[in-house]
């Protein structure tokens, strides 16, 4: 069953942040993030396990609430490097929710 | 060390014509999976394989078949190719299988069945 992710879009300015979110209706015991930018490959950012440390990939990052069965991804003073879809992935086999995408202007 | 390499990049079909999309890797993963990709719906796993050998279903097998020969390789097979099949399909690797590692995702295969 596919992670539901929050927002569907974002618009930001340069150096704004963003909180995106990732829940499952099933028990999470990891949680994977990936960012692709337009009409390329998905890029694996970083993985939370369960019972483990928040994780960071350069200003960007994540953390992982068990009870709530949701991970949120903290896109922190924003570049412009930062725009894609972010996708959220959960489960032995991987499913993905359906992205947020991330619009960052000067 | 080239990663996932998927071939080819771009295809077009005609109904009912069938065609297998490649994908190998130089990394010595386990783990090889397909999705597709479909405006609005993120990524949907088709096959996966955990090992030379060992492949199963995902959440949308139908019109598919995979098989895995060697660990390096996992191609996908259309069979019979539909305009529902329309899609840009990804393969991509893991160290290992249980969602326990990250992901390296080929470039892509921009399909089109008229």
């Known amino acids: 069953q596919q992670p539901v992710q929050s927002p569907q879009a974002v618009i930001l300015r340069e150096g704004e942040d963003a909180v995106i979110n990732c829940s499952s209706s099933k028990a999470l015991y990891s949680v994977h993030w990936y960012r692709q930018k337009h009409g390329e490959a998905p890029v694996f950012l970083m993985i939370?396990?369960?019972?483990?440390e928040q994780m960071r990939h350069e200003k960007i990052s994540a953390s992982f609430n068990e009870k709530k069965q949701q991970s949120s991804l903290y896109l922190t003073a924003s570049q412009l490097s930062y725009s894609g879809t972010y996708f959220c992935g959960t489960g032995y086999k991987l499913s993905f929710g359906a992205g947020t995408t991330v619009t960052v202007r000067a | 060390n080239a990663g996932v390499t998927q071939t080819p990049k771009f295809q077009v079909l005609k109904t009912g014509q069938s065609m297998t999309l490649q994908c190998a890797q130089d990394m010595n993963h386990e783990y090889m999976s397909w999705y597709r990709q479909d405006p609005g719906m993120g990524l949907r796993l088709i096959h996966y394989?955990?090992?030379?050998?060992?492949?199963d279903q995902g959440e949308v097998p139908n019109g598919y078949n995979v098989s895995r020969s060697t660990t390096e390789d996992f191609p996908l097979r259309l069979l019979s190719a539909a305009p529902s099949q329309t899609s840009v399909y990804f393969c991509?690797?893991?160290?290992?299988?249980?969602?326990?590692?990250?992901?390296?995702f080929g470039s892509g295969t921009r399909l089109t069945v008229v």
């Open positions: 939370l396990l369960k019972g483990g």
């Open positions: 394989s955990v090992g030379a050998g060992i492949t």
């Open positions: 991509a690797s893991s160290y290992r299988d249980g969602g326990l590692y990250g992901y390296t």
